[in-house]
């Protein structure tokens, strides 16, 4: 099961960080990620991270501003979030999956909201 939490209100060129604990284990083969939701939107990813490996993978949209990590002695995953902007504002989930595709990710959390004030 799955946790994220972190999220808040913050002013555009702000920053959050955001956390996700996983309860049950985490095994090398898996990719953690996170995605969000905004409004009237269907979900996107943003960024996933190799449990394994530590190799990244950024959306366009927030490449250069955002930074996967994860900590395995915590079986934590984070997403640290700099230059914050308005359209950044989401539901923001983590999930596992057993491969890269987003189709292979089937352990969902609960979402944590951000809202980012222009």
């Known amino acids: 099961q799955l946790q994220a939490y972190g999220g808040g209100l913050v002013q555009a060129g702000g920053f959050l960080r955001l956390s996700c604990a996983a309860s049950?284990?985490?095994?090398?083969?898996?990719?953690m990620g996170w995605f969000r939701q905004a409004p009237g939107k269907e979900r996107e990813f943003v960024a996933k991270?190799?449990?394994?490996?530590?190799?990244?993978y950024y959306a366009d949209a927030v490449k250069g501003r955002f930074a996967v990590s994860r900590d395995k002695a915590k079986d934590t995953v984070y997403l640290q979030m700099n230059s914050l902007k308005p359209e950044d504002t989401a539901v923001y989930y983590c999930?596992?999956?057993?491969?890269?595709?987003?189709?292979?990710?089937?352990?969902w959390g609960q979402g944590t909201q951000v809202t980012v004030s222009s």
């Open positions: 999930a596992r999956g057993t491969s890269i595709s987003t189709s292979d990710f089937t352990s």
């Open positions: 049950g284990r985490t095994f090398s083969s898996h990719v």
């Open positions: 991270i190799r449990w394994g490996t530590g190799m990244t």
